[in-house]
């Protein structure tokens, strides 16, 4: 995987120079050496293959980045509305830029937390394990829900129960998992 990672950037770089943007030589080539060993670091993304290499940390930084989107969707989105003439383009691509970010969380909750990541207490579990695992999966239901709600609405109430409910995921999940 490394090697695929290093052949991405060192493409990268050549395409930089080929369109005439200046490279310079030994800063340049530290960092494309950070950049790639940040993204080896990362791991490759998930589909449902049991390979056991997981960025949960690198997910809920995404969850977050998304939320941030979303909430300068439903901002410009209530500015070029309330304009006189409004851009009905830009609204337009606003309204899809939001709906996909909330669709992104959905994903990323489902398909990557509640498909992989949260595993089912055994049988023999005590209260204490089966009380976290409700726990986890009542946050990561009204995680989908404020996703649903923040996709109909431009009500950046949203945003912050979106917010606040990833935070305590966050908490609940990293708490287990060190």
């Known amino acids: 995987m490394k090697i695929l990672y290093t052949l991405l950037i060192a493409t990268f770089a050549l395409s930089v120079q080929a369109q005439g943007v200046s490279f310079d030589g030994q800063a340049d080539l530290q960092k494309i050496a950070a950049l790639q060993a940040e993204i080896a670091s990362l791991g490759a993304d998930h589909c449902e293959v049991p390979c056991g290499i997981y960025g949960d940390s690198l997910r809920v930084a995404l969850m977050y980045e998304h939320i941030s989107t979303i909430e300068k969707a439903m901002t410009q989105i209530n500015e070029i509305s309330a ?3 409004p851009n009905y383009n830009q609204l337009v691509r606003w309204v899809v830029n939001k709906e996909t970010h909330a669709e992104e969380i959905q994903h990323i909750v489902s398909q ?5 990541r949260i595993k089912l207490p055994s049988a ?3 209260g204490k394990m089966l009380s976290a695992y409700g726990k986890k999966l009542g946050q990561l239901h009204q995680l989908l829900v404020y996703s649903m709600k ?3 609405t431009t009500d950046v109430s949203y945003i912050e129960r979106l917010k606040e409910t990833l935070h305590n995921f966050e908490h609940s999940y990293f708490g287990a998992h060190k």
Do not use: G, I, R, V
């Open 112 to 116: 990557y937390f509640l498909h992989q």
């Open 124 to 126: 023999d579990a005590d």
């Open 150 to 152: 923040s996709k109909q």
């Open 83 to 85: 304009s006189a003439q």
